[in-house]
């Protein structure tokens, strides 16, 4: 009994810790940090460059609020199943929300490295 409630309670604390681990907290680098600092010329120069940029960046933000938001409620749904569990089958629980947390977060940051190469792509656009 001791051991499984051992297990009980290792997978508790790993579940936790990547619950708050923050999933976003990696600052750009300086660089990127602002990016109106570093616009040039030819940028300021194109009659559509700005505007172009700029809803490109307002779809790319509402695509990814739709996944966070489609994630958020998956993740709500599986926390109250886990919640409401009877103890025998509470582990089970636990370890499918902590799969589709760890499945989530690789695919949020596929999807942040497909943004980036594509306004990095259109950036490089603007500038041949």
Known sequence: ????????????FA????LLSPVFAQNPPESQADPQAQSS??????????????????????KMQRLMDKQDE??????????????????DKVVTLLNTLVNQRI??????KAMHHKMMGNHKEHHE
């Open 74 to 91: 998956e993740l709500k749904k599986l926390a109250n199943e886990m919640n409401k569990a009877p103890k025998d089958q509470k582990l």
């Open 107 to 112: 695919q949020m940051h596929e999807e942040m």
């Open 41 to 62: 010329s030819s940028e300021n120069s194109h009659p559509h460059g700005k505007a172009y940029r700029h809803k490109m960046a307002r779809e790319m933000h509402e």
């Open 15 to 18: 579940f936790g810790s990547l």
């Open 1 to 12: 009994m001791k051991m499984k409630k051992l297990k009980y309670l290792s997978c508790c």
